[in-house]
């Protein structure tokens, strides 16, 4: 079995970042910067701020936080989104989920120019990945792909993938994301029936449920690969992903682990993303993106 660590291909990601940076203060040039807004007081949003705002700074992208009370108007709100639009010295945008409920997140989201949505969220960066044109991608499910690319996984093509999973910020790209790499796509959720038998076919599969480690070795053909989204707690506490990885390390030709996977890729794609919007912005460009994978 090969461990695909996303922690180490995370790591060298954000070294090739942090030296490309690291050329642009020598040459003087102005520095990417990514601004964070953060609504109310949610412990483990807080969290993901920081590690955020932590790896800007490892890396030497400028970051601010944005924090605003729980009670802010969805106007407020706006009203922050229009000025960091209009501010060129800020290449990204990211306003942490979940917001409070009385703010209408799909909103808010499309007020973000989508040249500065590093998150990829926006409905203009959606359909451009759609339709195979240059976009901002999600994060997770970008480094999804970029960790099947760094296992060896490239050219996809003649394979068939499952996703479990159909949620806007992970299942649908993934699956999107997955097709463009030639694969076969199959999406399950909810309601698929004889789910593990259809997953038990797939050469690639993708789990992004929350459900701590649902997915068994009877859900996995002998010698597939397999990437698990999903971040959860155990019975004991222990952070877990949706895959059973003790039952299905010995089935699977490679499995990405929890913690150590796709959570390090998020963070790496984020960085990645900010230096792609400011690319674009420093050409003029802006409203155009990164690559589409
Ligand atoms: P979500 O919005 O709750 O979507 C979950 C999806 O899983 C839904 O499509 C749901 O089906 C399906 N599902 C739930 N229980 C199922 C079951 N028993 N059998 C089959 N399908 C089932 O979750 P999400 O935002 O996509 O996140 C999924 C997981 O990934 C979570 O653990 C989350 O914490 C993790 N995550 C990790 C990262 C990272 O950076 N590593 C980033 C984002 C999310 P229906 O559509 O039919 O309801």
């Known amino acids: 079995m090969k461990l695909i ?3 180490t291909i995370a790591a060298d990601i954000r070294e090739t970042l942090r030296q490309r940076i690291e050329s642009l203060k020598e040459a ?7 601004s964070v807004i953060l609504v109310g007081d949610d412990p483990a949003s807080a969290t993901y701020v920081r590690n955020k705002e932590r790896a800007c700074a490892q890396t030497g992208i400028l970051s ?32 942490q989920l979940p917001l409070p ?7 808010v989201l499309m007020a973000i120019e989508p040249g500065k949505d590093v998150d990829g969220f926006h409905p203009v960066n959606v359909g451009k990945m759609m339709t195979g044109m240059q976009a901002l991608l999600p994060c997770t499910p970008k480094g999804v792909i970029r960790m099947l690319e760094a296992a060896g996984y490239d050219d996809l093509s003649g394979m068939r993938a499952t996703v479990i999973g159909r949620s806007n910020i992970v299942g649908k790209p993934v699956a999107q994301l997955l097709l463009a790499k030639h694969a076969t796509v199959t999406t399950v959720h909810s309601h698929t029936a004889r789910i593990a038998e259809v997953c038990a076919e797939a050469d690639i599969v993708v789990a992004a449920i929350g459900r ?5 070795a009877d859900w996995i053909k002998e010698g597939a690969i397999v990437i698990d989204v999903g971040i959860n707690r ?10 059973d990885f003790e039952q299905v390390k010995d089935k699977a030709e490679a499995i990405s682990p929890v913690p150590g996977g796709v959570g390090p890729m998020t963070i790496a794609m984020l960085l990645e993303n900010t230096l792609e919007a ?4 420093e050409k003029g460009g802006r409203g155009h993106g990164s690559a589409a994978v």
């Open 5 to 7: 660590s996303g922690k």
């Open 28 to 34: 003087e040039k102005r520095l990417p910067k990514l």
């Open 64 to 95: 601010e936080t944005i924090r605003m009370s729980k009670d802010t108007t969805q106007q407020a709100l706006l009203d922050v989104i229009y000025r960091l639009n209009a501010d060129d010295t800020v290449d990204g945008i990211l306003v």
């Open 101 to 107: 409920a009385h703010i209408e997140a799909s909103e």
């Open 212 to 216: 701590p480690k649902l997915i068994g």
């Open 234 to 243: 155990d019975e004991h506490g222990k952070l877990c992903g949706d895959v």
């Open 278 to 281: 400011y690319a674009e912005h």
